[in-house]
Antibody
Framework: EVQLEESGGGLVQPGGSLRLSCAAS????????MSWVRQAPGKGLEWVAN????????YYVDSVRGRFTISRDNAKNSLYLQMNSLRSEDTAVYFC????????????WGPGTLVTVSS | QSVLTQPPSASGTPGQRITISCSGN????????VDWYQQLPGTAPKLLIY???QRPSGVPDRFSGSKSGTSASLAISGLQSEDEANYYC???????????FGGGTKLTVL
């Protein structure tokens, strides 16, 4: 059974940092693109970043480029999102998704982890 | 403001057929395929349609997708109360070099 489980969310002050993790199981992690998608409270979905299977192709939404870093460890079946210089507008539930290609087809989603940026 | 434009709400009665539109531009829907996601309250989104009109296994054939030019549509026939959810379209954007989502459509089954 394919499973994705995010962790690492919490309350952080503006300007602070947080590292999210996504543990994958039930499939060959190294065969898939992976993404982070977020959803602010009461709002719609926003794609954040994605990464190719080998880690050599990465894309970010403009609002996080230079502040967030996506990475993966195929040996540990894990995806990460290092978030620095956090702002109140980064407050959201962050989902990890398995994708068939860079453009989408996110067939599995984790339950999400809540990140709250507030003083 | 989302790159892909969806109506904020839609409604229908049980058994009815409804459609939800998703409008993009040449660099998004005009050049790439479209996915649709269903998000029930308090849960993670679920892939409903991929590559414009393909259904993942387990998705009822009441759900169908189509694309024409720079727009796409999701149709739900035989509307059921459990279809009450938020629906999002998504695509890649060649100009933004990123994925884009529609703002979402809240479907109410009356």
């Amino acid at each position: 059974e394919v499973q994705l489980e995010e962790s690492g969310g919490g309350l952080v002050q503006p300007g602070g940092s947080l590292r999210l993790s996504c543990a994958a199981s039930g499939f060959t992690f190294s065969n898939y693109w992976m993404s982070w998608v977020r959803q602010a409270p009461g709002k719609g979905l926003e794609w954040v970043a994605n990464m190719r299977q080998d880690g050599n192709e990465i894309y970010y939404v403009d609002s996080v480029r230079g502040r967030f870093t996506i990475s993966r460890d195929n040996a540990k079946n894990s995806l990460y999102l290092q978030m620095n210089s956090l702002r109140s507008e980064d407050t959201a539930v962050y989902f990890c998704t398995r994708d068939y290609y860079y453009g989408g087809n996110s067939d599995y989603w984790g339950p999400g982890t809540l990140v709250t940026v507030s003083s | 403001q989302s790159v892909l434009t969806q109506p904020p709400s839609a409604s229908g009665t049980p058994g009815q057929r409804i459609t939800i539109s998703c409008s993009g531009n040449r660099s998004s829907i005009g050049s790439n395929v479209v996915d649709w996601y269903q998000q029930l309250p308090g849960t993670a989104p679920k892939l409903l349609i991929y590559e414009n009109d393909q259904r993942p296994s387990g998705v009822p054939d009441r759900f169908s997708g189509s694309k024409s030019g720079t727009s796409a549509s999701l149709a739900i026939s035989g509307l059921q109360s459990e279809d009450e959810a938020n629906y999002y379209c998504a695509s890649w954007d060649d100009r933004l070099y990123g994925r884009v989502f529609g703002g979402g459509t809240k479907l109410t089954v009356l």
